[in-house]
């Protein structure tokens, strides 16, 4: 049975997360927006404000000097931290994968360098994985190279949508480094190369949906010389670190989608209850209403999943099926609650003055980040062909 509420300490750890999101890092979103030195400060500020409130990397596990909030339990703080686009920030909860996959696969020597500042903030991860000359859903087309000379690896090859790259302290590069002959899930590995090795050209940062400069950046890498020891796992294994680091990364975008439908949900609720048009409150009119029970539903539908989804992991279990479904449906839902948000509130809408224009343009990425809608379709249904014991519901 998957409780609908946290209990116990993390109910507590809940009510001042959303205390801390609400009050303090939402009303800073027009400043952090700006990406100038204000910006800075601002998110400096807040990081060392949930740090005060106990409220820093709870997700962590307490081996990496974390807070150890279990899996499960995590989904209900992060679909708090969810509801600002700046809250992951704000918390140390931005690295959590990444720590996670150094922790699973990286040698004593790279946790003890990377994993501390990571945990503490002082360092940001990026990967590097995304070509724009193959598609990016199929990662093991990937063009890079990395070949080994005198106890190096060197790397050449093209990347974009490196989120974050420009303010990371690494980023892992997944490159070929297996002769032609391997079989393609077998020939790339994954290698972790310091943004400020030589040969690493940040070219520029990449203009998105309502983004210039955006935190996706275009990276070159020309003669990029790193020890062999910095490869991450063992040699040739990189598709099974990405899955790795993957599965847990599309989960924690659901859980903040439904911190981000749910504020679009109240400020709905809100404009229904006070516009008055055509001789009634928005409120009081039947399709303004179906908009309400259509996008409660969705949430809670979305909800239900997407615990369920933590829950076979959090038990050790093949959360794949899981993990795929709610991905594609968290997204719909996404797009919907916000789109209907948007509908009622007509003009308003439209502009800067609510966030949902904003939360609109975020919602169109998810249809396509860590995987497009139509990739987990054709994944997910394929596993339950081949296996109809692994719907969900057994």
């Not at 409120?283 to 259509?294: M, V």
Request: proline share 5%; net charge negative; glycine share 10%.
């Amino acid at each position: 049975m998957i409780a609908n509420r946290p209990e116990g300490r993390v109910a507590e750890l809940c009510t001042r997360m959303r205390s801390f999101i609400d009050d303090e890092v939402i009303p800073l979103e027009p400043a952090l927006s700006r990406h100038d030195d204000k910006a800075a400060e601002a998110l400096a500020g807040l990081k060392a404000r949930a740090k005060e409130l106990g409220l820093w990397a709870l997700g962590h596990p307490e081996e990496m000097g974390g807070g150890g909030v279990p899996f499960l339990d995590f989904v209900y703080l992060n679909e708090i931290i969810g509801r600002s686009e700046y809250g992951q920030l704000a918390v140390g909860s931005v690295s959590m994968q990444d720590a996670l996959m150094i922790q699973r696969h990286g040698t004593a020597e790279q946790r003890e360098r990377w994993i501390p500042g990571l945990v503490s903030g002082d360092i940001l991860p990026s990967v590097g994985i995304t070509e724009p000359e193959v598609a990016g859903s199929d990662p093991v087309l990937v063009q890079t190279t990395a070949r080994l000379e005198e106890g190096e690896w060197v790397i050449d090859g093209h990347k974009w949508f490196t989120t974050g790259a420009a303010q990371a302290g690494y980023c892992t590069v997944f490159a070929r480094t297996e002769s032609e002959s391997t079989p393609l899930h077998r020939s790339i590995s994954a290698i972790i190369v310091p943004i400020d090795t030589p040969g690493l050209e940040i070219v520029r940062s990449i203009p998105t949906m309502g983004h210039d400069p955006s935190d996706h950046y275009e990276v070159r890498y020309t003669g990029v010389r790193v020890p062999e020891e910095n490869v991450l796992g063992e040699r040739g294994n990189g598709f099974v670190v990405a899955q790795d680091r993957l599965g847990p990364g599309r989960i924690f975008h659901c859980m903040r989608w439904l911190g981000q439908a749910q504020r679009a949900f109240e400020l709905m609720c809100a404009r229904a209850n006070s516009r008055f048009a055509h001789g009634s409150l928005l409120a009081e009119k039947g399709e303004i209403q179906r908009y309400i029970a259509e996008s409660a539903a969705d949430i809670q539908a979305a909800r239900l999943m997407t615990l369920d989804a933590a829950r076979v992991m959090d038990a050790g279990g093949d959360a794949r099926v899981q993990i795929g479904l709610i991905k594609f449906r968290g997204a719909q839902m996404l797009h919907d609650v916000v789109d209907r948000a948007i509908q009622v509130h007509g003009a308003l809408g439209l502009t800067a003055d609510t966030p949902l224009e904003g939360m609109y343009r975020r919602a169109r990425y998810a249809r396509i980040y860590d995987g497009p809608d139509e990739v987990h379709r054709m994944s997910t249904a394929r596993r339950m062909l081949r296996d109809p014991e692994r719907v969900p519901w057994r």
